[in-house]
């Protein structure tokens, strides 16, 4: 009979040949976040930051029973910080099967000491960027999960929340055209970005919101994201002062997001005008519906998201763990 009180698996660094596996069993283990292969590629083994040794896989035998993804910048996401101290763990799950044996504590102990021995010591779960699978973690759907990463120290650090909303019959709201139209008698443009306009976006995404947002933007383009899925506004002396597009990320078109518009430009609706000509053009390629991962429950994007019809559908918490270096 197996030992159900100790796991007897060994846990080592991905080699070629993992893969196929490591899908299936981020499937049976995650069956509500479950992977694709082309996506497990795209999220671990094409990002600049990946080393196979921060993929730590549990095995008994010549099967995979689990993993922990442990990583650190290697190469930065602006300018020459690759934050020294910084970690992230944006995944691990457990076999069905071989639950019960602490193999989930045997796994992220050991992706924590990988990155301690590398030097971070501070560790978020997930919220890693650019290729992050999800937010943080969402303890209704994983509660086990949570209190274990809770006794290995990590504490949340605020809450992220996943929003839907349906666009089956949507159009664009009269109040909506009607602030369209003064905008742009008052000299404001809104349309899709010619190619010479995403020097802007990019700049005014990476300077205004963080290197992320612009990495985002520009990745979703390189992949060949029609620039259609982008609008963007000037203000009347031709500053571009916000965008909204969908489609960034995975090639979802139903993936509404990112978002921005320039600080001193918020509270003025313009956020609200850019949100809605985006969902006019998700329903106009017949999107049923618009839906993200990320948004603060009481920020003005969230507020903003919820008078627009959005409703919370999942929530996240952003965890970290800090330990002297």
């Not at 003064?182 to 290197?211: I, K, M, N, Q």
Request: charged share 25%; with cysteine.
């Amino acid at each position: 009979m197996t030992n159900r009180t100790t796991s007897q698996a060994d846990i080592r660094g991905f080699r070629t040949g993992d893969g196929p596996q490591v899908v299936e069993v981020w499937r049976r283990s995650a069956p509500a976040d479950s992977v694709t292969a082309d996506r497990f590629r795209s999220l671990v083994l094409l990002d600049a930051n990946f080393d196979p040794e921060g993929l730590r896989i549990a095995v008994e035998g010549d099967r995979v029973v689990g993993a922990a993804y442990a990583v650190r910048r290697l190469t930065p996401m602006a300018g020459t910080d690759l934050e020294p101290e910084q970690g992230w763990i944006p995944f691990f799950f457990v076999d069905p099967a071989a639950r019960g044996r602490g193999l989930g504590r045997r796994l992220l102990a050991d992706a924590l000491d990988w990155l301690h021995g590398h030097g971070r010591s501070r560790v978020d779960f997930s919220s890693y960027t650019p290729n992050y699978v999800l937010p943080g973690l969402d303890c209704d759907t994983y509660p086990e999960a949570a209190k274990l990463l809770e006794s290995l120290g990590f504490r949340t650090l605020y809450e992220a929340e996943a929003m839907d909303r349906g666009l089956v019959g949507y159009r664009l709201p009269e109040e909506v055209a009607r602030r369209v139209a003064e905008c742009r008698a008052r000299g404001y443009r809104f349309a899709t970005p010619s190619d010479d306009d995403l020097v802007d976006l990019f700049a005014l995404a990476g300077s205004h919101f963080g290197p992320d947002w612009a990495c985002t933007i520009r990745a979703a383009v390189a992949a060949g994201t029609p620039l259609d899925r982008i609008v963007v506004s000037w203000d009347p002396s031709g500053r571009m002062v916000g965008w909204a597009m969908h489609g960034a990320f995975d090639g979802v078109d139903e993936r509404f997001g990112p978002i921005g518009v320039l600080e001193e430009m918020r509270g003025s609706g313009l956020g609200e005008i850019l949100l809605h000509l985006v969902l006019e053009r998700m329903r106009a390629r017949r999107a049923h519906s618009a839906w993200f991962l990320w948004t603060g429950a009481q920020s003005p994007a969230g507020h903003m998201y919820r008078k627009t019809g959005f409703t919370t559908t999942r929530v996240f918490r952003v965890m970290r763990r800090e330990v002297a270096r």
